[in-house]
């Protein structure tokens, strides 16, 4: 079975605390997927990466930045925390290749809160 | 402009009853159809994705779902409810040109009443 972790469930940080979310997965898939959600807005795409050190910036990548250094690990960063990014961060992975296994795995999501 | 229109919000069944839950789609080219399913505080699950053949698709926990190209619909169906199936579902649709990127609608919440 294809496995995302996520590196907390629950986290509360400070206002202007830099915050790193990480996100492993076990199945070599290339790639790996930053959302957001939020009630009423469904999932909003933050950034996604499709190789090592490769980054693509979503619908919503202001106030985030993203890193991949191994290929099964993917951390978003929040370099300094504000209220407005209190929200459920949900990573995700899938294969590039054949399209027919693009289907994206979603990690447990971390709900962060930030007072 | 791609997109994904779930137009119920909410909806709430009784167990055993039947269910559909509603999903439309606007991509330009051929689209990979995907639904899944969220409980309470969990990360998605996949149910079931269309991609190519037999419009209609079977998945887990007794769902299917019919792709209508006429009617750039992808409905999900499910002809007895439990009431474990109490979750938000998400409708998604991806394409052979993109990289992986998929557009998620905006849910449908569902609740089973006993």
């Known amino acids: 079975d294809v496995k995302v972790t996520q590196s907390s469930r629950y986290l509360v940080k400070r206002t202007g605390e830099k915050v790193f979310l990480e996100c492993v997965q076990d199945?070599?898939?290339?790639?790996m997927f930053w959302y957001r959600q939020d009630p009423g807005l469904g999932l909003r795409l933050i950034y996604f990466?499709?190789?090592?050190?490769?980054?693509e910036k979503g619908d919503i990548p202001e106030g985030y930045s993203v890193s991949r250094e191994k290929k099964e690990r993917f951390s978003l960063i929040l370099e300094s925390a504000s209220t407005n990014q209190t929200s459920m961060y949900l990573c995700?992975?899938?294969?590039?290749?054949?399209?027919?296994?693009?289907?994206?795995?979603f990690g447990p999501g971390t709900r962060l809160t930030v007072t | 402009a791609q997109s994904v229109t779930q137009p119920d919000i909410h909806i709430t069944v009784s167990e055993g009853a039947s269910l559909e839950l509603r999903c439309n789609y606007s991509?330009?080219?051929?689209?990979?159809l995907f639904w899944y399913v969220q409980s309470p505080g969990q990360g998605l699950q996949l149910l079931l994705k269309?991609?190519?053949?037999?419009?209609l698709v079977q998945g887990i926990k007794g769902f299917e779902a019919e792709f209508k190209r006429s009617q750039s619909s992808f409905n999900l169906r499910k002809p007895s409810v439990h009431w474990s199936d109490a979750a938000e579902y998400f409708c998604?649709?991806?394409?052979?040109?993109?990289?992986?990127?998929?557009?998620f609608g905006k849910g449908t919440k569902l609740s089973v009443k006993p």
């Open positions: 991509y330009g080219a051929t689209p990979y």
């Open positions: 269309y991609f190519s053949g037999d419009t």
């Open positions: 199945m070599d898939h290339e790639n």
């Open positions: 990466s499709y190789d090592v050190k490769m980054k």
């Open positions: 995700a992975s899938s294969f590039l290749g054949l399209a027919s296994r693009r289907e994206q795995y």
């Open positions: 998604a649709v991806g394409g052979k040109g993109s990289q992986g990127n998929l557009i």
